[in-house]
T-cell receptor
């Protein structure tokens, strides 16, 4: 089954404690990205990657890091989480072959920073 | 700066009615306009999409209307059903921008039985 898998689904952490949210896709997609979803703000892109070792900032990259060492994995790293990073996070992947293709989203990670 | 403005924020419709969600964009370089549907506890999933070379696209009960000159597009859900209750996001993107999608703020649709 084609899917994007995020872990964990829920996470409560304290300010300043480094954390990583993992994302893995099994569709051999080149393009992967991270979004955060906040009420009234929709989905805002944090970082994206067009292929292995190629990453770039999205609209709200401050406080986040990413890496793309393997095509299937795209972890999101919060080096020093703060309460304003409390949000619902989604990883997505899509193919870069041909024209526009569907973005497949994971089920989300609800992060609470206290 | 929000490049895609979506309205209304919430919408309540009776079963069998028509749901209409509107979006407006600013960047004339956008050349792809998808709509995503999100159920509680799930990630968004592509519902329907349109390119600016057509003014309308219909898939079953779902229709996108596109007005290039007004820089607006809308989603119409005909014969709305309780199972359509979800959050709907419009989005816009361009091939020249590494396929980044800019999303609207979302519309929470409730269809009453």
């Amino acid at each position: 089954e084609a899917q994007v898998t995020q872990n964990p689904r829920y996470l409560i952490t304290v300010t300043g404690k480094k954390l990583t949210v993992t994302c893995s896709q099994n569709m051999n997609h080149e393009y992967m990205s991270w979004y955060r979803q906040d009420p009234g703000l929709g989905l805002r892109q944090i970082y994206y990657s067009m292929n292995v070792e190629v990453t770039d900032k999205g609209d709200v990259p401050e406080g986040y890091k990413v890496s793309r060492k393997e095509k299937r994995n795209f972890p999101l790293i919060l080096e020093s989480p703060s309460p304003n990073q409390t949000s619902l996070y989604f990883c997505a992947s899509s193919s870069l072959q041909g024209g526009y293709t569907e973005a497949f989203f994971g089920q989300g990670t609800r992060l609470t920073v206290v | 700066q929000q490049q895609v403005k979506q309205s209304p924020q919430s919408l309540i419709v009776q079963k069998g009615g028509i749901s209409i969600i509107n979006c407006a964009y600013e960047n004339t370089a956008f050349d792809y306009f998808p709509w995503y549907q999100q159920f509680p506890g799930k990630g968004p999933a592509l519902l329907i999409a349109i390119r600016p070379d057509v003014s309308e696209k219909k898939e079953g009960r779902f229709t996108i209307s596109f007005n290039k000159s007004a820089k607006q597009f809308s989603l119409h859900i005909m014969d709305s059903q309780p199972g359509d209750s979800a959050t709907y996001f419009c989005a816009a993107g361009t091939l020249r921008s590494a396929r980044q999608l800019t999303f609207g703020s979302g519309t929470q649709l409730t269809v009453l039985p």
